[in-house]
């Protein structure tokens, strides 16, 4: 994820006037990674990397360590290496630091981590709750988000300074694109899997709609756009006002459904005598995705109060300064180089993610076959609602008649289908 400064034309800040200003940078003192030296072949791109990255001394011990090891990880991935060179060609050093989970005024920190370059200075901010000490986080995941704003944002941004788009570059849809596709592909060089990882299963299943449907779900990608859409942002920013409305209703229902899914649980336990403590793992996962969907709203309204002031400008001054450059740089051959990276990127992860399936089948096939611990999941729930349903029509008689809300099963969680987010947002399967 990137995130931007408020409107500071045409300093290198974005266009048009997104996010939340950052604290500018410090100039500190270069505490460089330290390279796992039983691995000669990291050790020298850790060593390479020296002039490149830098780690805010100011930060907690533990913090540090974190960043330490995970940046060797990264650097020694298939992907890395590749992305090398280019992640050196300018620039000076990246800083890496740590984010509270407010900014000084009370604003709550939304994003786990983000890019960051004003005034020339770069740095990457993770988020302080985001970060884990657990080793799973420390190899994978943790490398894999440095991956994604490191060769993603900072590569693409700072080629654009070097073709004068140093602001245009914040308004590239291909730009979060390649982000992501970087980030998952040396996710899967380190050992991860798309198990778990509704993002990576939904961009398998639909990668238009998957990126579609950032556009209406987030204030930072909803002033984002294809070059083609540059070019006249007027209808465009209205087609997504549109649909961020239809999908934050979507996102509404989404949340209550799991509330009625709740109380069909709990209608097994009092009516049917079943241990509560067999719904305990699809309970936590209900409530948990509850309180996601709770702050998801709360990101979608952002996300329409961008859009609506955005188009109010857009109608009052189509030919304010930040419209027009868009326009002209729409023609500039970065961007359409970026959305064949795009494209490049997106088929080779699909390849690797084939190859790592293929792999990891007998595994999670002799896993699935020894997981039976009593516990009920979403797909037994549903069974056994249509069968009371059938068996003991009187118990439903209230969620009949509208005195309770009758459960989608479709709705319930993402895992269930790999269209469980297109359908969620409002999307359909071809993007909109």
């Known amino acids: 994820m990137t995130n ?42 850790c060593r ?23 940046i060797t990880r990264l650097l020694g991935s298939r992907t890395a290496r590749a992305r090398r060179p280019a992640f ?26 983000c890019y ?54 914040w308004h590239c849809a291909a730009d979060e694109a390649c982000a992501r596709l970087i980030g998952w ?39 984002t756009f294809s070059p083609d859409e540059m070019r ?16 934050r209703a979507a996102c509404h229902r989404q949340r209550d459904n799991r509330q009625t899914w709740v109380a069909v649980t709990d209608h097994f336990v009092s009516q049917h005598g079943i241990d509560p403590a067999r719904f305990r793992g699809l309970r936590a996962e209900l409530d948990a995705g509850f309180r996601w969907l709770n702050r998801d709203l709360a990101v979608r309204d952002s996300a329409i109060t961008t859009l609506e002031r955005t188009l109010a400008q857009a109608r009052a001054e189509p030919d304010a300064a930040g419209f027009l450059t868009l326009r002209a740089a729409a023609d500039h051959p970065l961007f359409a180089a970026m959305l064949r990276a795009q494209h490049v990127l997106g088929h080779i992860l699909r390849s690797r993610l084939a190859r790592c399936r293929a792999d990891e089948a007998p595994g999670r096939a002799a896993t699935d076959a020894a997981s039976g611990n009593g516990q ?31 459960p989608d099963s479709k709705q319930v969680t993402a895992r269930q289908s790999d269209r469980g987010e297109d359908a969620c947002l409002g999307w359909s399967a071809g993007g909109a």
């Open 4 to 45: 931007s400064a408020a409107l500071r034309f045409p300093d290198g800040a974005p266009l048009l006037a997104i996010g939340r200003a950052h604290t500018p940078p410090v100039v500190l003192p270069e505490t460089a990674a330290r390279p796992d030296e039983a691995d000669p072949r990291t050790a020298a791109l």
């Open 48 to 70: 390479r990397c020296r002039e490149a990255l830098t780690i805010d001394p100011d930060l907690e011990p533990t913090h540090a360590a974190t960043l330490r090891h995970s």
């Open 88 to 113: 050196r060609a300018g620039g000076g050093p990246v800083l890496l630091t740590i984010a509270r989970e407010s900014t000084a005024d009370g604003a709550l920190v939304t994003s786990d981590a």
């Open 116 to 169: 960051v370059r004003e005034d020339g200075s770069e740095r990457v901010v993770i988020r302080e709750g985001y970060l884990q000490e657990d080793a799973a986080f420390r190899d994978v995941i943790l490398p894999s988000v440095l991956a994604h704003e490191l060769l993603g944002h900072a590569v693409a941004h700072r080629r654009a300074a070097r073709e004068n788009l140093s602001s245009s570059i």
């Open 185 to 223: 592909m040396v996710k899967l060089d380190l050992g991860g899997t798309a198990t778990g990882d509704h993002g990576l299963r939904h961009w398998e299943a639909n990668p238009e709609g998957y990126f579609h449907a950032l556009l209406v779900g987030q204030p930072y990608y909803a002033l």
């Open 232 to 247: 006249d942002l007027t209808p465009v920013l209205k087609s997504r006002l549109t649909h961020a409305r239809i999908a």
């Open 376 to 406: 009920i999941d979403f797909d037994t729930l549903y069974r056994m609602y249509l069968r009371d349903c059938s068996e003991h029509p009187a118990h439903w008689q209230d969620w009949a008649s509208g005195a309770h809300a009758s």
